[in-house]
DNA sequence: CGTGTAAGGAATTCTGACACG
DNA sequence: CGTGTAAGGAATTCTGACACG
């Protein structure tokens, strides 16, 4: 989970270099809340692998054609599934207890 | 082999961050050749993951107290018994081929 | 030997804006 | 809407050197 993938230290020019993509692009993107570079105490703008391969991902669908506002939405709907099967799986949870409690 | 961990893409800065070194002992180790990092065509340093790990071990070994050319002579000798075992796994090769055209 | 530091310069990045479409 | 660009400034990095031990 921790690993490198997720490791913030690449800077917006080898982010550039390494997707192809223009800096410009790249800053739109967190404008638009695609991503969330973090930032040096200076303000330098730090991204992680991770973070390289959303915003591949994010050029291929504006590429497409797709608004940002949807591709945004996708995200936050992919992280509303994950909270709901958290909250599913707690609800089992405590039936489980609740039926073991019975036996 | 080529993923991100050999990615280099991580400015001195970053570096210094994540080890905890200084940039001048960073730069020291490459000074020493026991780290390579490349350069954007500005002549910014670039390390990968990998890096970042044998610094870490460098700095360990330094701190030990070994001198940087013993260190780098240990990567040097790792370097060679794996050509050396490249050799040993050709030879092999070839006595097994001889071995079944003679069968 | 390994590392700190001040020095001056160059490369990199930042923001806000104007432009086009 | 998504992206290019020129503008001015600030942060980051670079090298070579002097210092200490």
Redesign the interface.
């Given at each position: 989970m921790s690993s490198?993938?997720e490791?913030k230290?690449?800077?917006i020019?080898?982010?550039s270099?390494?997707t192809g993509l223009s800096e410009r692009q790249i800053r739109y993107y967190e404008d638009k809340e695609l991503i969330s570079p973090s930032r040096?105490s200076g303000g330098t703008r730090?991204y992680s692998?991770n973070d390289i391969e959303k915003i591949v991902e994010v050029s291929k669908k504006i590429k497409k054609g797709i608004p940002t506002f949807k591709i945004k939405q996708e995200t936050t709907d992919r992280i509303t599934e994950k909270s709901q099967n958290i909250k599913e799986r707690m609800l089992m949870g405590q039936i489980n207890a609740a039926f073991k409690r019975n036996v």
């Open positions: 490198f993938k490791t230290a690449i800077t020019g080898a982010v270099e390494i040096t730090k692998f």
